[in-house]
């Protein structure tokens, strides 16, 4: 009786419009997560309740997934961290280990399920996310008012948390728009369509690029120039780029962008603010490092390396984060003299840094591999013809800019931070990793 009842139960969740359901769910929280979060919170709870069967029924597909065994490997590395914790620092150590700090960032997983593969189920999440954050930006803060400081030459940030939400968010976009002109170039439709699509895609990069600069976060700037050094490579690596000659126009071309933005004076006077802090640090005189912008980044990764130093391996948990900066003299005084932001300090200013603090080398080797993996697979799959030309595009310049822009912040452990790397991850493996996945099982 039950072999027959539940294979009938479990085609319930191979039926496509279970998928198309838990998609429009999905579709619902790139748009909305961002512009009006309580809906945003209701779309990814209905999303993640119709996946959770999806990783019963996929199984199969997850037994032979690296990524999976990633995730496994961050619940475990996450209780031992914990467990160190409670033999180092036990006046900080939690009850009991938490897991949510990594294992959210694997939503993706989910996500990569829910589209199966599916280019033009991706590239709609896409697109819903760039609109989202559009809309964001006039949805939460006085618009007018914003444009007007921007116009100033005042730093703005659209009302997104802070400003350097609000960079990331235009890098990512802008990212996500380059990638999407690559689509439209190879898409199945009129030459009215795709140029009518191109001129949207240009647009709205034009404006990501705009917000990205009058939010003046430095770690995007840097992370973006970075990429467009890096850019004739991945146009190489992709197969737009297809001799020397055109390499080194590239790279001339991008040499001269950077060199006509350079000479701006707002950009100058943002990138050369702190110069004295980077003298100091270049000297060596890091016991008179000043608590700046910068400054207090530094302090802080100083202080970090002497608990990383002694716990390598496995960290001291998430507490040890919390360990660091009550430990730090010039940390805590900074909390106690400040009224602001600063009065609750609890992050180091760096993402890797973190992780290697909570959970050692091996943590923050676990997610150095979300990083490097989906660009092999989104590579390997271009080259046996499996993986659109435009998500491989994606995902190198992608991965590049989001390890980076961690290295200054911890969008990683931060509710916008990873649902810009879900989204754009879940979209990456569900384009390789799944749909291989779904090759080699048929």
């Not at 600069?213 to 780029?241: D, E, K, N």
């Not at 080259?383 to 912040?409: D, H, K, R, S, V």
Request: charged share 15%.
């Amino acid at each position: 009786m039950n072999q027959v009842t539940a294979p009938s139960f479990f085609n319930l969740f191979e039926d496509k419009r279970y998928y198309h359901l838990a998609r429009l769910f999905l579709f619902g929280y790139a748009l909305t997560a961002v512009a009006f979060p309580d809906a945003g919170e209701l779309f990814r709870a209905l999303f993640l309740t119709l996946s959770v069967p999806l990783l019963i029924t996929h199984r199969h597909f997850l037994k032979k997934d690296v990524f999976f065994w990633i995730f496994v490997g961050a619940i475990v590395i996450q209780g031992l961290g914990w467990l160190n914790g409670t033999i180092h620092i036990p006046q900080l150590a939690n009850d009991y280990p938490h897991f949510d700090r990594l294992a959210k960032l694997f939503i993706f997983i989910p996500i990569g399920l829910v589209l199966q593969g599916n280019s033009k189920a991706a590239i709609t999440t896409l697109v819903l996310f760039a609109i989202g954050i559009f809309i964001a930006c006039v949805t939460q803060s006085d618009f007018r008012h914003q444009v007007d400081l921007a116009l100033q030459l005042r730093r703005v940030s659209f009302g997104l948390k802070n400003a350097q939400f609000t960079s990331m968010f235009a890098g990512t976009v802008v990212l996500v728009c380059f990638g999407l002109f690559f689509a439209v170039k190879h898409a199945k439709t009129s030459f009215k369509v795709k140029s009518i699509l191109s001129l949207l895609l240009i647009t709205a990069l034009a404006f990501s690029v705009v917000l990205a600069i009058v939010s003046q976060s430095r770690q995007v700037w840097l992370a973006m120039v970075a990429v467009m050094f890096m850019l004739p490579l991945i146009l190489t690596l992709s197969g737009i780029i297809k001799s020397k000659k055109s390499v080194f126009i590239s790279y001339a071309i991008v040499l001269l962008v950077l060199l006509a933005a350079s000479q701006s004076e707002y950009i100058q006077s943002r990138a050369s603010e702190e110069q004295s802090v980077l003298t100091k640090v270049i000297s060596g005189d890091w016991d008179n490092i000043p608590m700046t912008s910068i400054g207090i980044r530094i302090n802080s990764w100083l202080d970090a390396s002497k608990s990383i130093a002694e716990h390598p391996i496995l960290g001291l948990g998430e507490n040890g984060i919390k360990h660091v900066i009550t430990s730090s003299d010039k940390l805590m005084a900074l909390k106690n003299s400040t009224s602001g932001s600063l009065k609750d300090l609890a992050h180091l200013h760096s993402n890797h840094i973190e992780l290697l603090v909570a959970y050692g080398i091996i943590g923050f080797a676990l997610i150095l591999a979300l990083y490097i993996l989906p660009c092999i697979k989104a590579y390997k799959g271009y080259q046996a013809g499996m993986t659109p030309q435009w998500t491989l595009i994606l995902a190198l310049c992608f991965y590049l800019f989001w390890f980076i822009i961690n290295g200054f912040e911890t969008f990683n452990s931060r509710s916008y931070g990873v649902f810009s790397f879900v989204v754009i991850s879940g979209v990456v493996y569900s384009l390789t990793q799944v749909k291989r996945l779904k090759r080699d099982n048929d």
